[in-house]
């Protein structure tokens, strides 16, 4: 069964910082999907990025971008020029589709905090 | 384009009742999935719906269960309430196939008392 872990339950920075999620996955198969979601208070989950394992580019969405390492097993996600908006809890979720079924398998969360 | 929508936003039942949550989802989306939401346990899978008919299941007792209608809404049915059930329950479609990615609607928080 596939695992995803979030070694930070909490982070906090200042507006315009740079901060990285890290995410860790464990798994045994070679093609799935990796997504980081994002749920503010509001409670509506929002996909924020996604890669493709079988991608060696990093996916990118204008300030948020990831670092994955395939053999690591590590998805981080970078969020640059980070704005008060950005407070939320984000999610790691790992992916795959079994004859055409889908299911996504999420991490604990990091409590994501942007001071002004 | 209409995002998915989920009804009731807030529920509050008594154990041993059922529950009924509805979930419509983005136009043209074939595959909805269910997952519970609790500080404990985090986000769970429930099943996946996609042309009525389940193709995916989570680790839930049998009193959840779930159907889609031939206009891709989808239900989920919950009986028997017990207090531990009590959680946001949220609803997610995608176009199904390859197009894993999932949209999610702003939830249904279910209270048991």
Redesign the interface.
Known sequence: AQTVTQSQPEMSVQEAETVTLSCTYDTSENNY?L?W?KQPP??????VI?QEAYKQQNATENRFSVNFQKAAKSFSLKISDSQLGDTAMY?CAF?R?????????????TRLTINP | KAGVTQTPRYLIKTRGQQVTLSCSPISGHR?V?W?QQTPGQ??Q?LF?Y?SETQ??K?NFPGRFSGRQFSNSRSEMNVSTLELGDSA?Y?C?S?L???G????????T?LTVV
Do not use: W
């Open positions: 999907y997504f979601y509001s409670r509506q989950m929002i996909l996604r999610f992916g589709i079994i004859q055409g079924a889908q299911k996504l398998v999420f991490g604990q969360g | 595959s999935s997952y985090g986000l899978f996946e996609f193709r995916n989570g946001l949220l997610a995608s199904g196939g390859q894993l990615g999932a949209f999610f609607g702003q939830g928080r």
